[in-house]
C-alpha cells in the first residue's frame, strides 16, 4: 500500500530534512528520541528542573530553527543537541553565579527528584552526597561525567559535544570521576554524610566552593 | 599494562569492560584475573558507577515537556540562512554587543539616561535609532 513514509524508522538527519519542510510529525520523533536524555543531563547539570525543561525546549528550539541549514553528515544531531543543551547550561550556570556573587537571588537548592528505583539503589543520605558532589564538580568535568552516564556517550562524542579532543574528554572524565571517588572515600572514613565540616584537599575547589555555599546559606537562615 | 594504566582506564571509562576502548580491553581484562590491587580498584569502580547512575538518574518527563517543546515550535520557523546571512546574524550580535559596550562606557562617563531605550534597542523591542528621543 503506497502512503506517508514510515518516519520512525528514518535517521535523524532524514528528520531534520523533513523539518526543514515543516514536518512537525518528524520533529516530534525528534524530540521523542531525544528530549528526555537530554532534559536528564541539564537535570543533573543544573540540579534544577524548570531550569532543565528550559534548556532542553531551548535546545530544541534550536534544532528547529537549525533545520533548514542542516548538513547531512556535518555533524551527528545526537552529538549536536547535547552540545546546544551543555552550552546553555554553561551559560545559565555562569549568570547564576555572578547573580549570587551579586547577591541578586539566592542559590537555589537542587531539586529533589530522586526516581524509587535509585532511592532503592543508595541510602538517601549518600545518594544526595553523591548529588552534590556531582554538582560541585567544573562544569566541563561535570558535563562530560553526565555525557557519559546519562546520554551514553563515547568519548569521541564527548569531545565533539564539549569541544575539546577525544583525549581531553577522557582527561575529564578522569578527574570528575577521581574527585567523586576521593569524596565517597571520604565518607565512607567519616561516617555518616553531613557530620564533618568539609575539608580544603588538592584535589580540586569543591570542598572550598561547597564550604562557601554553606556559608551562604548559613547567613541566610 | 600496569595498575595505574588500569586505574586510569576505570576512571575514564567505568568498570564496564564493554565501556572499555577495543585496544585496551584484552589487557585490562588480563591484569583484572592476575592482579588482586586491579580487583580491588575494580571493586571499587563498580561501587562509583554504582553510586553515579544512582545520582544522575532523572525520572520520565513524560509528555508535557514534548508538548510543550513541539507547542513552541510556531515562535521560530525553520529558516535558511546562508553563508552571507550567517555573517550578517554574527554582525548583527556584535553590533548589539558593541552597542551595549558603548552604553556602559557612555553611561560611566555621563550624560543623558536613555538606557530603557537602548535596552530595549538591543532586545529588538526597538528597531530605529531615531525611535530614541
Known amino acids: 500500500m503506497e502512503g506517508r513514509p514510515d518516519v520512525d524508522s528514518e535517521d535523524d538527519d532524514t528528520l531534520m530534512s523533513r523539518a526543514a519542510a515543516g514536518d512537525r510529525r518528524a520533529f516530534a520523533l525528534l524530540v521523542t528520541r531525544h528530549a528526555q536524555r537530554v532534559r536528564a543531563v541539564a537535570l543533573r547539570f543544573s540540579g534544577n528542573a524548570a531550569d532543565a525543561d528550559d534548556v532542553t525546549q531551548q535546545a530544541f528550539l534550536a534544532a528547529w530553527r537549525e533545520a533548514a541549514n542542516w548538513q547531512r553528515g556535518r555533524a551527528r544531531f545526537g552529538t549536536w543537541i547535547y552540545r546546544v543543551a551543555v552550552n546553555r547550561c554553561i551559560d545559565l550556570?555562569?549568570?547564576?553565579?555572578v547573580r549570587s556573587w551579586l547577591s541578586l537571588d539566592a542559590v537555589a537548592e537542587p531539586a529533589d527528584e530522586a526516581p524509587d528505583a535509585a532511592d532503592r539503589a543508595v541510602q538517601r543520605s549518600e545518594l544526595e552526597a553523591v548529588r552534590r558532589d556531582i554538582l560541585a564538580l567544573p562544569e566541563k568535568q561535570r558535563a562530560a561525567l553526565l555525557l557519559a552516564v546519562q546520554a551514553e556517550k563515547g568519548t569521541a562524542e564527548i569531545g565533539a559535544a564539549l569541544g575539546v579532543s577525544a583525549g581531553a574528554?577522557?582527561?575529564?572524565?578522569?578527574?570528575?570521576?577521581r574527585t567523586l571517588r576521593e569524596r565517597a572515600r571520604e565518607r565512607m572514613q567519616d561516617g555518616p554524610v553531613g557530620a564533618r565540616p568539609a575539608a580544603d584537599t588538592d584535589s580540586g575547589g569543591a570542598d572550598r566552593r561547597r564550604a562557601a555555599g554553606a556559608k551562604r546559606a548559613e547567613e541566610r537562615r | 599494562m600496569t595498575i595505574e594504566e588500569f586505574e586510569t582506564l576505570l576512571l575514564a571509562h567505568g568498570a564496564n569492560p564493554r565501556h572499555w576502548p577495543a585496544g585496551r580491553r584484552t589487557a585490562a581484562e588480563a591484569l583484572l584475573a592476575e592482579s588482586e590491587a586491579a580487583r580491588a580498584l575494580f571493586d571499587e569502580a563498580e561501587r562509583l558507577d554504582a553510586a553515579i547512575a544512582a545520582g544522575?538518574?532523572?525520572?520520565?518527563?513524560g509528555g508535557a515537556l514534548a508538548a510543550r517543546i513541539l507547542a513552541g515550535l510556531d515562535a521560530a520557523p525553520p529558516e535558511?540562512?546562508?553563508?552571507?546571512?550567517?555573517?550578517?546574524a554574527w554582525s548583527g550580535s556584535t553590533a548589539a554587543a558593541a552597542l551595549m559596550a558603548g552604553f556602559l562606557v557612555g553611561h560611566?562617563?555621563?550624560?543623558?539616561?536613555?538606557?530603557?531605550?537602548?535596552?530595549?534597542?538591543?532586545?529588538?523591542?526597538?528597531?530605529?535609532?531615531?525611535?530614541?528621543?
Not at chain 1, 550556570?93 to 553565579?97: F, L, M
Not at chain 2, 538606557?115 to 526597538?126: C, R, Y
Open chain 1, 93 to 97: 550556570s555562569r549568570r547564576r553565579r
Open chain 1, 169 to 177: 574528554a577522557e582527561q575529564l572524565l578522569v578527574r570528575a570521576r
Open chain 2, 56 to 61: 544522575t538518574a532523572a525520572p520520565a518527563a
Open chain 2, 80 to 88: 535558511r540562512v546562508f553563508g552571507l546571512g550567517r555573517l550578517f
Open chain 2, 108 to 133: 560611566a562617563i555621563g550624560g543623558p539616561d536613555h538606557s530603557a531605550n537602548l535596552l530595549a534597542l538591543t532586545a529588538g523591542e526597538l528597531t530605529e535609532i531615531e525611535a530614541m528621543p
